[in-house]
């Protein structure tokens, strides 16, 4: 069974900043995509920023150049670390993983299939205006 635990999650007034953290096993960090997603009530999931192995990293139009997703290779750590936050950011955010060969060595967040890949809990984020 797959494990992605996210943190970091809370609430915060527009403008503000949290960094959510997801850990997993050694395999699964080193082999998968790990990516984030997010879901507000009442939407459909979405994808927010994907990684791969080789540090490279994609973005969803709404938080290019205010979310930035990292690794961290010595604890299996993957971060989002969200500045400018707006209320449309508000959702649950999902930490997630896909096989590199199902979407692409350079894990687009278009080219990931939900049902093919392992989740996380979740953890909430909301933002005030």
């Known amino acids: ?9 809370g609430s915060v ?7 959510l953290s997801c850990t997993t096993g050694t395999y699964m960090y080193t082999t998968h ?11 459909e999931r979405e994808g927010v920023a994907a990684s791969a192995s080789d540090g490279s990293s994609n973005y ?13 290779n010595v604890d ?24 590199a060969w199902r979407v692409g060595y350079d894990c687009l967040l278009g080219s990931w299939r939900p049902e093919q890949a392992y989740w996380g809990q979740g953890t909430q984020v909301t933002v005030s205006s």
């Open 13 to 19: 007034q527009a403008g503000g900043s949290l960094r």
């Open 33 to 43: 995509c790990l990516g984030w997603f997010r879901q507000a009530p009442g939407k």
């Open 76 to 99: 299996n750590r993957l971060y989002l670390q969200m500045n400018s936050l707006k209320p449309e950011d508000t959702a649950m955010y999902y930490c997630a993983a896909t096989e």
């Open 1 to 9: 069974q797959a494990q992605l635990v996210e943190s970091g999650g």
């Open 60 to 72: 969803a139009d709404s938080v290019k150049g205010r979310f930035t997703v990292s690794r961290d």
